[in-house]
């Protein structure tokens, strides 16, 4: 059993390692993209990285930058019941917050070292980037704060080929959020300095702590009653409720896009006709 930490090069900083049974050590390389081995390693001793997600950029660096993403559309059935039972097995940790497939992509990923507990239930939502391998909260301005995550959160790639924040936990009944979509992010901190191992790896910025990373249609259920009451309104059919809701929903996101990276005078998309409650 091996560290993570102790298989990443000198430049990649994660603020929290923990020890899995089933973790290899990372290829690293150098600059010219050549295997490094170490003296009796064998290749099959060590985890390539994974294929680069769908829609990052590499830098020059070899970490990855990603600015935005497209919403998948969240909606499929307006019979269900948003009456989630309860949670009877306890979460047990079950993955590291970043795989060793994608730490070479990544240069930090702070991390609170325990759960939180009862926290705040703050309903707030923000867009989380990557650039060049350091995740920033995008916000207006060019002070982006720098993200602390808490420690359930987990890089994953979803289904479609997108990094995305998920659970480190099973069972896990949040999904993923993708990295450049507006994510639930509960209660969140007021700007602090960066550590010293966080601003050799990311740079002199401020660092702001969430206590959630989570996809605001998680349980697309509990739209269902508000979706039905425009179907009332409207006389549409649960079809074509599905198909206008998803559309009004990806076009919101994507407008959010546009929004942030290319004209801030664009006007919002209001989907508030679907599913305001």
Known sequence: MMRICTALTAAVFLAACTQFED???????????RLILEAGNAIAACVEPASIPVGAT??????????E???????????????????????????PPVPPVLSYYIRAFPQAKEPAGDVLDLGSQHTIVLRDG??????????????????GTA????????????SR??????????????????????????????AAACGDHKVVS???????????????????????????????????????????????ADRRLRDPNLEPIDCNLFWGF
């Open 23 to 33: 973790e290899a050590a990372l290829c690293t390389f150098d600059e010219n993209g």
């Open 58 to 67: 590499q830098e020059r660096s070899g970490r990855l930058t990603i600015l």
């Open 69 to 95: 993403a497209p919403l998948p559309p969240p909606f499929s059935e307006l019979d269900k019941e948003w009456t989630p039972g309860p949670v009877t097995d306890e979460p047990k940790l079950a993955r």
């Open 134 to 151: 350091c995740f920033f909260l995008d916000r207006e301005g060019d002070n982006d704060p720098l993200v602390h995550f808490p420690y």
């Open 155 to 166: 890089l994953t790639i979803d289904d479609e080929g997108y990094l995305a924040f998920g």
């Open 169 to 198: 936990y099973e069972p896990d009944r949040m999904g993923t959020v993708r990295v450049g979509l507006s994510a639930e992010t509960g209660w969140f901190s007021e700007p602090s300095a960066a550590s010293p191992e966080l």
């Open 210 to 256: 969430v206590t959630t990373v989570t996809d605001p249609f998680a349980w697309p259920e509990r739209f269902n009653p508000a979706l039905r009451r425009y179907g009332e309104r409207s006389g549409d059919r649960p079809a074509q409720i599905i198909r206008r809701a998803n559309a009004c929903a990806v076009r919101q996101a994507q407008r959010e």
